[in-house]
C-alpha cells in the first residue's frame, strides 16, 4: 500500500484529476481484490481486468469482479526520463526547452529506456504469471466511434508490454463493451449498473471462448515502422518490435 499517493477528482475545473506534485502513476488495487480474487478462483476464473479509471475497477470489484484500475489510457508507464550520470544540461536557442548532453560513450536511450512504469505495474505482470491469470483491458467505448483511435493504441500498446513481460499471447484480451444510446461513453461502472453482473460475465465468457481477443493496434504498419527508423535500438526495442 502506498498512502502517500492519491488522487483527487475536481469538478468544474479543467482538470478533472489531480495527484501530488512529483509522483508516478500508481496501479489502483482495490479494496477487497485479494477476497474477490480468491472467491472467483473457486469458482474456477482466473481473470483481472484492466479498467480506465480507479472509480471502475472499485465498482468491478463490489461486484465480485477482480480489477485493478489505471488513472488513463496511457498511464501504465511514466513519462519519466532517466538520463545517465553526467548528462549536462543547458537551455535551448527558444529558452522554452532544456537540452540535455548525453555523456560520451553511451550510444543510445531509446524511449523504453526512458519510460518507467508505474508503482504496481511489475508486481501485476508477475503475479498474473505465475498465477496463469487472464488480463482483461476494458476501456471506455465511445457511443459514436465505438473504441477511439488513441484508446486502441493505447490498448494494444499495453498488451504489447504485457506480452513482452512474459504474459502469453493466449491471455491477454480486450473486452469492448457494447455501446448505449443513453451514455456519450459506457465504462465497466456503466455497465454493471444499468445492464448487469451476470450480463457482463457472459460477454466475459464469450470473449475467452474466442480464438483471439488480443487487442488489435489501429495502424501496426506505422507502429513498426517507427521503431525500425531508428538507427540504433535497444535491445528491449529490437524484441518489442520483432514479437
Not at 36 to 41: M, P
Request: hydrophobic share 40%.
Amino acid at each position: 500500500k502506498n498512502r502517500s499517493f492519491y488522487r483527487v477528482k475536481l469538478f468544474n475545473a479543467n482538470v478533472k484529476y489531480r495527484q501530488p506534485k512529483n509522483t508516478s502513476n500508481n496501479i489502483y488495487f482495490p479494496k477487497n481484490l485479494q477476497k474477490v480474487l480468491r472467491e472467483a478462483k473457486a469458482q474456477g476464473r482466473k481473470t483481472i481486468l484492466i479498467c480506465e479509471g480507479e472509480k471502475k475497477a472499485a465498482s468491478a470489484v463490489a461486484h465480485g469482479i477482480p480489477a485493478v484500475a489505471l488513472g488513463g489510457v496511457d498511464s501504465w508507464k511514466n513519462r519519466t526520463f532517466i538520463l545517465p550520470s553526467g548528462t549536462e544540461f543547458g537551455k535551448s536557442y527558444n529558452d522554452k526547452d532544456v537540452n540535455a548532453k548525453i555523456p560520451s560513450g553511451v550510444d543510445n536511450i531509446g524511449e523504453s529506456g526512458l519510460t518507467t512504469m508505474a508503482v504496481g505495474f511489475a508486481e501485476l505482470s508477475d503475479f498474473a504469471k505465475v498465477n496463469d491469470i487472464h488480463l482483461i483491458i476494458c476501456y471506455d467505448t465511445d457511443e459514436v466511434d465505438g473504441t477511439k483511435f488513441e484508446v486502441q493504441r493505447a490498448a494494444a500498446s499495453l498488451a504489447y508490454e504485457l506480452r513482452h513481460r512474459g504474459i502469453p499471447f493466449s491471455h491477454l484480451h480486450q473486452l469492448v463493451l457494447p455501446a448505449m444510446k443513453s451514455l456519450d461513453k459506457v465504462g465497466v461502472d456503466d455497465f454493471l449498473v444499468h445492464v448487469g453482473v451476470e450480463a457482463f460475465k457472459r460477454h466475459i465468457d464469450n470473449m475467452l471462448a474466442s480464438p483471439s481477443s488480443f487487442p488489435q493496434h489501429p495502424n501496426p504498419a506505422e507502429y513498426v515502422n517507427r521503431k525500425l527508423q531508428k538507427t540504433k535500438m535497444t535491445r528491449k526495442e529490437a524484441q518489442a518490435a520483432a514479437m
